[in-house]
Structures are given as C-alpha cells and as structure tokens.
Antibody, heavy 119, light 110 residues
Framework: QVQLVESGGGVVQPGGSLRVSCTAS????????MHWVRQAPGKGLEWVAF????????SYAASVRGRFTISRDNSKNNLYLQMNSLRSEDTAMYYC????????????WGQGTLVIVSP | QTVVTQEPSLSVSPGGTVTLTCGLS?????????PSWYQQTPGQTPRTLLY???TRSSGVPDRFSGSILGNKAALTITGAQAEDECDYYC??????????FGGGTKLTVL
C-alpha cells in the first residue's frame, strides 16, 4: 500500500532555513509527480509546490516562490522541501502528497511534519 | 490572485442531501480545472474523496458524487450520515502547474 512518511520538522527562528523530507513506498515513485501541501494551526489547506515525476518541472504557490525549493531523489524514493527565509506565517503542518498519473490531482497523503517558526 | 470559493459552513439532516460548491473569484469552473475534493476530520490527515470532477477515490462510498453545476464544481452527499460531519476542501488547477485550495466548508450533520 502507498505510504508517505514525512520527517525533518521542528522549531526554527524567523529568517532561518529547514529542509523537510518525505520517504515514499508502495508505488513506483519514479512514475508520479508529488506535491507539498501545508496547513497552519486551525486554518485550511494551502497548496505549496509540485514536482513532476522526473524532476524537470516544478511549480510554487506565490506565498513561497523564491524562498522554497521542491526537489526529489528518485534513487532514494525521497521528496524534499527546502525552506529558506522562514517567516512566522510559514508555521504549519507540512504534508507530502502523491499526484495521480494524469491530471496530477492528489490521491494519497502523508501524516505530515510540523514546522514552527518562532523566535 | 486567484481565489477559490467555498461555503464556510453548511448543515444537513441525517439522511438528507447537501451540495457543497467550489467556485472562482473570477470566471467559471470547468472540468479542465481538474476539481478534486478532500475530507478532513480535525486533527487528522486529509482523505481524497473525488478527483477529475466526479471520480470517486478507492473506498469512498457512492453517496459522495461530484459534478459541474452552473459555473462551479460541486460535491453532493446523498443520504448524509453522522460520520460525514467534518471539513471539506476543494482544489483547482488554475494553470501553469499552480493549484489553489478553497477555504473549506465545515459540514454539520444535525
């Protein structure tokens, strides 16, 4: 069965950097695009970034473009989100999510990793 | 900036039918936006309900259906049950690989 396990969350100061990871199993990772979605405490879901199956295309929400970078290592079945210049409003649960082969909608979600940006 | 709109809250009686909608601040939603719907109980991971407008994800009961109604995407629950009380989110592909979630609808079953 599809499993997505995020890691790397924690507390970071404003202006700092953090990289969160997602390890995928139960499907052929190299065949599917992947998303990052976040949810601030008590708030709704916010799409963050997408990467194509082969890593040749990335897209970002306006709120993170230029600060966050999505990447993947297909040899390790790993997805990453490098977050720089962090702000308090980036505090959220970060979910890794698998995209469908066509259309790229999300079909499976990880359990999330919590990132807190605080002095 | 594109804003995806959803009703902040709705209520339905047990066994009743309710329709949640997903619109755009400017323009109409069509199948080409690949509307999809997600269900989330507070404190839990989101669950995919529907994708590509109206295709149910594996294991989703057939009381959940999706469509385009007028200029919006719609999620209809027919025969609502107590366990359907939670938050529902839609997301649209607005172009260039960019996706935007709606603000979510809190559904109450009472």
């Amino acid at each position: 069965q599809v499993q997505l396990v995020e890691s790397g969350g924690g507390v970071v100061q404003p202006g700092g950097s953090l990289r969160v990871s997602c390890t995928a199993s139960g499907f052929t990772f190299t065949d599917y695009g992947m998303h990052w979605v976040r949810q601030a405490p008590g708030k709704g879901l916010e799409w963050v970034a997408f990467i194509r199956f082969d890593g040749t295309f990335q897209s970002y929400a306006a709120s993170v473009r230029g600060r966050f970078t999505i990447s993947r290592d297909n040899s390790k079945n790993n997805l990453y989100l490098q977050m720089n210049s962090l702000r308090s409003e980036d505090t959220a649960m970060y979910y890794c999510a698998k995209a469908m082969r066509t259309g790229y909608e999300i079909d499976y979600w990880g359990q999330g990793t919590l990132v807190i940006v605080s002095p | 900036q594109t804003v995806v709109t959803q009703e902040p809250s709705l209520s339905v009686s047990p066994g009743g039918t309710v329709t949640l909608t997903c619109g755009l601040s400017s323009g109409s939603v069509s199948n080409s936006f690949f509307p999809s719907w997600y269900q989330q109980t507070p404190g839990q991971t989101p669950r995919t309900l529907l994708y590509n407008t109206g295709t149910r994800s594996s294991g989703v009961p057939d009381r959940f259906s999706g469509s385009i109604l007028g200029n919006k995407a719609a999620l209809t629950i027919t025969g609502a049950q107590a366990e359907d009380e939670c938050d529902y989110y839609c997301v649209l592909h607005v172009g260039s690989g960019i996706w935007v979630f709606g603000g979510g609808t809190k559904l109450t079953v009472l």
